[in-house]
């Protein structure tokens, strides 16, 4: 019996793993409230914002003829795992997280409807050395030219600054910027259709993407052999954490060159599936297939302890991404998805409010309080 | 004579201050490459690169009826001057740094003649409590906001990362992503019109802006009082650092209104005047106006041991943005400039080449080798 499957120690919950969102909350809001009162600026260029697209996951602009979308996004403490597993194995898991980076800025763009069409990048390394490691660098940049080809995005350029003193030795901060377009102008996505009785789609997860690596990185500590520990599989631990990120706007492209709309979508990242609550109505959504368990999601919500609860709202539990349509679109819709080479399940469906996420088959209800982005 | 009189030291070179281009720049040309490879991803989109903008400050994509363009950038080390003055003088600067992040990006932004409309933030923390010392990260989100409105963009969002263990403890790494468009397209700005008799003109820099800090913080070691040291005008050396550098959007945006379209457009940042020589046409540039220089820059340069070549090859001097355009517009420019509150100079001018730079009243000339960005 390998060390993966022994007794797991004490429950350890995401409060404990380091990230303090009571602290960072406040400023959000005031940063977001600043944020809304600039929006009359466009006025003078003769465009306006999107004030829904406020609160989602990308920011709307009505350029005339086409919406105009706009994202930056983070890597996070991911790279924290590349870089160990690199010392620990020699080997380069760079290209996996420029892949990453790009997924966190793209999949975001893309739940309004978006076509990604640029993206920046954003690497700030500890020190020019960081860059001296050739071949880490260039497995970077290798995998980050490959993650734009994957979503039909130019790469535009970006920065590359070394900040000693700011980010620290050896260590890289990895973000991405991305532009995109919203054409035909109906294939806005903001939610405001979302009705009773609208189809769930879930797009397949990959593992644990990008989003709850500080407990995870908690949990490397606890086990006995680290990041080398073997999953059931034969995996290693850290290896199954750095599986990259799915890029799912081949999949969005694809429905919309079928003619399928969706009127919602949720990237689930932070907050697991809560993020299914993040539209602002008041409805219910029930899902009824559950998804297959990533391994490495399934290893680290035994070995921390988290119940059922804990897990699904923390992490993505195998449903990456979530595509709200019209019930009669949505088994063509599926049909598409695969054809197109994207895992996807019809999951669940829309119901009328009050607000709650219900997932009978695991005795899972999240209420609207749950999530509480805006 | 207070201690900012001391005889230099030993001269201080940018090598010295531990940024070492050498080891970043094979990546960066390694990604640039890359980067450009990507550019047919566009195309199934309908759209085309601006091939001309690969290696100009912003990325330019033909988006059909205008032009978009978009761009990332970071503020770099400035934040650690800010935190430095923070615990000296219990002052905040960080509404200050918060415009010259922005300032980083819309700057580069404007050279190729696009109007900024989007700005994203990116603050990335060494830990979820640099958000708890509220005065600080209220300053932040008030000169955020403040800069946005100079520029007339929306801002869209952001990011807030805590990054324990890549950012380092109690600093915070700040950049922007920005968003335009050049419309009508004739403002587009890539020099390709660029000639011999075409005028230069200054916009004034109000300090050592957001480049060349690597080393005015080794200075800082140097000084007897450090960042108090009294300049002669009576302010401290590091609030005169923290000086916010200019929002030019307004002064570029009054120009397209007076229908005056400059050719091109040049950014004076890192490697200072030699930014003049960007444009890679094989074309001289003579300067006969020579800016007053920044008191802090003067400050800089003398306390640091640097000769002319070096401290116009480093800082800006006093030239914060330069426009080039037809001499026959030339002087109505720096009228219209002037009415919109910024102050600006008839510099120089475009000479046949071959590519020098020459500013014959301090006897400074760069050759086309001094600058090598592609």
New interface residues.
């Given amino acids: 019996m390998s060390e993966a499957l022994n007794p797991p120690h004490a429950p350890l919950t995401y409060d404990q793993s ?4 009571d ?2 909350d ?3 809001v ?3 409230r ?2 809304a ?3 009359t ?2 006025l ?2 003769g ?1 306006q ?1 999107v004030g829904a697209s ?1 609160g989602e996951s990308a ?1 709307v ?1 009505d ?4 919406y ?1 979308a ?5 890597l ?2 991911k ?2 795992v590349a870089d160990e597993m690199h010392r620990l194995t020699g080997r380069s898991y760079y290209g996996a997280i420029a892949q990453d980076t790009i997924a966190m800025a793209v999949n975001d763009l893309i739940t309004v409807g978006a ?1 990604p ?2 993206v ?3 690497w ?1 390394a500890g ?3 960081w ?2 490691d ?1 071949e880490r ?2 497995a970077l ?2 995998g ?2 490959q993650a ?2 994957t ?18 030795a050896g ?3 990895l ?1 991405a ?1 991305c ?1 995109g ?1 919203v054409q035909p102008k109906e294939r806005l996505s903001l939610g405001d259709t979302l009705q009773a009785g609208d189809a769930i789609i879930f797009l397949a997860a990959s593992g644990i993407h990008a989003n709850g690596l500080s407990l995870a990185r908690k949990l490397a500590e606890r086990l006995p052999a680290g990041y080398l520990t073997r999953l059931p599989s034969g995996a290693t631990y850290g290896e199954a954490l750095l599986t990259p990120t799915p890029l799912y706007p081949p999949a969005t492209e694809a429905l919309a060159r079928a003619g399928i709309l969706p009127c919602y979508s949720a990237n689930i990242t932070g907050h697991g599936w809560r993020k299914l609550l993040r539209h602002p109505a008041d409805l219910a959504y029930r899902i009824d297939h559950v998804p297959p368990v990533p391994e490495v999601l399934a290893f680290v919500c035994q070995q921390a302890g988290l119940d059922t609860e804990e897990a699904y709202g923390t992490f993505n539990m195998g449903a990456g991404f979530a595509l709200f349509l019209r019930a009669a679109d949505a088994d063509r819709a599926v049909a598409v998805l695969r054809a197109a080479g994207q895992q996807a399940w019809r999951a669940g469906e829309v119901l009328p409010g009050p607000k709650r996420l219900d997932v009978p088959s695991i005795g899972l209800s999240f209420g609207a309080d749950a999530l509480q982005l805006r």
Avoid: N
Avoid at 151 to 168: K, M, N, Q, R, S
């Fill in positions: 380091g990230v303090q969102y602290l960072i406040p400023i959000k005031a940063a977001q600043a944020a009162a600039t929006a600026q466009l003078a260029h465009m914002e406020r920011y602009v350029a005339g003829p086409f105009l706009s994202i930056v996004e983070c996070g403490s790279a924290l076509t069409l640029v920046q990048a954003y700030a020190g020019s050395d860059f001296s050739t660098a260039h940049v290798a980050w030219k734009c080809e979503c039909g995005v130019a790469w535009g350029g970006g920065e590359t600054p070394a900040l000693a003193g700011i980010v620290e260590r890289i901060d973000a910027s532009t377009i």
